[in-house]
């Protein structure tokens, strides 16, 4: 699986995403209608659309990120993560943009449900700060195979489209540890507006793109990294 494929070609990310606004009531007007609007069946047991807006992050109409991890491979055994993290999204942006523009336009992306998530939450951010989208996450007009998109979700479905798996079990199954022993994903929004820690949010996000690098490995029957050839960038 995989063979083909050269690991240090490969820039592998993840981001974290929180609601806009600390709470519903805070929303403009019009927003709180359209909130109403856009959830109405996702909504259960007469849940509120106060009450589910915890979830806004989900929606990048909604929501806004507040940090992206990258890792890079400089070989099998060596491993670089850094992090752009702000209270500022455009701010994050703009810096993760300069980062892609520095590099081969066929450098691959990877992101386990990235072509679902990250990838077009990250396109849709970018033209809501008025950003032009890098060319290795922009995909219109391109062929299939002009498009150097990875997805260790999507790998693990051998076509099987109604299958969604979380990095969190292949993780389980595949020996490699954890990224959600402090927090997972559901808790970002609550630890980002009540803690206002975004230093606790980068850790958890660094976690998920060590744990996607070492998922690839496993998928190309390598042994996975540990923790000492893996280097933290500030």
């Known amino acids: 699986m995989l063979e083909q494929i050269d690991l240090q070609n490969?820039?592998?990310?993840d981001i974290e995403t929180v609601p806009q606004f600390a709470s519903f009531e805070e929303l403009p007007k019009n927003?709180?209608?359209l909130w109403d609007s856009k959830t109405f069946y996702q909504r259960k047991n007469q849940e509120t659309p106060s009450e589910f807006y915890e979830r806004a992050g989900i929606w990048a109409e909604f929501g806004k990120i507040v940090c992206i991890s990258v890792g890079i491979f400089k070989n099998n055994q060596s491993f670089r993560v850094k992090s752009y993290f702000s209270h500022d999204e455009k701010e994050l942006l703009v810096e993760f943009n300069q980062l892609l523009n520095n590099q081969p336009p066929q450098l691959m992306l990877c992101a386990h449900n990235g072509k679902e998530?990250?990838?077009?939450?990250?396109?849709?951010?970018?033209?809501?700060?008025?950003?032009?989208?890098?060319n290795q996450l922009n995909i219109i007009g391109k062929?299939?195979?002009?498009?150097?998109?990875?997805d260790t979700m999507e790998l693990w479905k051998f076509g099987d489209y109604k299958n969604y798996t979380s990095l969190n079990l292949l993780a389980a199954i595949f020996g490699i540890p954890t990224p959600k022993d402090d927090i997972d994903g559901s808790m970002v929004g609550g630890v980002y507006w009540l803690e206002n820690d975004l230093e606790r949010i980068?850790?958890?996000c660094q976690k998920?793109?060590?744990t996607t690098a070492r998922l690839l490995q496993k998928f190309k029957g390598l042994t996975p990294l540990n923790d000492t050839q893996i280097t933290l960038v500030d």
């Open 10 to 13: 490969i820039l592998i990310l």
């Open 31 to 33: 927003m709180q209608k």
């Open 117 to 134: 998530f990250d990838f077009p939450y990250l396109c849709r951010r970018m033209l809501i700060n008025g950003l032009a989208i890098p």
């Open 143 to 150: 062929k299939p195979w002009e498009i150097h998109h990875l």
């Open 202 to 204: 980068k850790t958890y």
């Open 208 to 210: 998920d793109v060590i």
